[in-house]
C-alpha cells in the first residue's frame, strides 16, 4: 500500500502564514513556515509572545508582528525570540520585524506606528 504525504508549499511560493488568535496573556506562536504575520485580537492586558519553529523553516525567516491595544499594554518576547517589548497605546498598531537565524527570530527593525 503507497503511503501519501501531503506537502505545504511555503512562502515565496505559496502564501505567508497570517496568524491572528484571540486576546490571551501567553500567545504560544508555531512558526511552520518562511513568511508569518502574527496579529492577535487588541490586547487588554500585557502579553508574553513565545515562539516555536518547525525543523522545516529556512534561516532567514520572516516574522511580521502586529501589536494593537487598548491602552498602555506590552508585548514582551519569550522563548524563541529576542527583541526589546513592545508597549502600546491606546487604539494603535505598532510591528516589529523579526528573521530566524536557526537558533531564535531576532528582531530586524525597530518598531513602528502604522495607525
Given at each position: 500500500m503507497a503511503t501519501t504525504t501531503t506537502a505545504t508549499i511555503k512562502h515565496p511560493f505559496g502564501l505567508a502564514d497570517h496568524q491572528q488568535p484571540a486576546h490571551a496573556t501567553t500567545q504560544e506562536v508555531a512558526i511552520t513556515n518562511n513568511l508569518t504575520i502574527f496579529e492577535p485580537?487588541?490586547?487588554?492586558?500585557n502579553v508574553t509572545m513565545n515562539?516555536?519553529?518547525?525543523?522545516?523553516?529556512?534561516?532567514?525567516?520572516?516574522?511580521?508582528?502586529?501589536?494593537?491595544?487598548?491602552?498602555?499594554e506590552t508585548l514582551t518576547f519569550g522563548t524563541g525570540i529576542e527583541g526589546v517589548l513592545i508597549t502600546g497605546s491606546a487604539g494603535k498598531?505598532?510591528?516589529?520585524?523579526?528573521?530566524?537565524?536557526?537558533?531564535?527570530?531576532?528582531?530586524?527593525?525597530?518598531?513602528?506606528?502604522?495607525?
Open positions: 485580537a487588541i490586547a487588554t492586558a515562539v516555536t519553529v518547525d525543523s522545516e523553516v529556512k534561516k532567514g525567516a520572516l516574522l511580521l508582528v502586529k501589536f494593537k491595544t487598548t491602552g498602555t498598531t505598532r510591528t516589529k520585524l523579526f528573521m530566524y537565524t536557526g537558533t531564535n527570530f531576532d528582531a530586524i527593525s525597530f518598531v513602528e506606528l502604522i495607525d
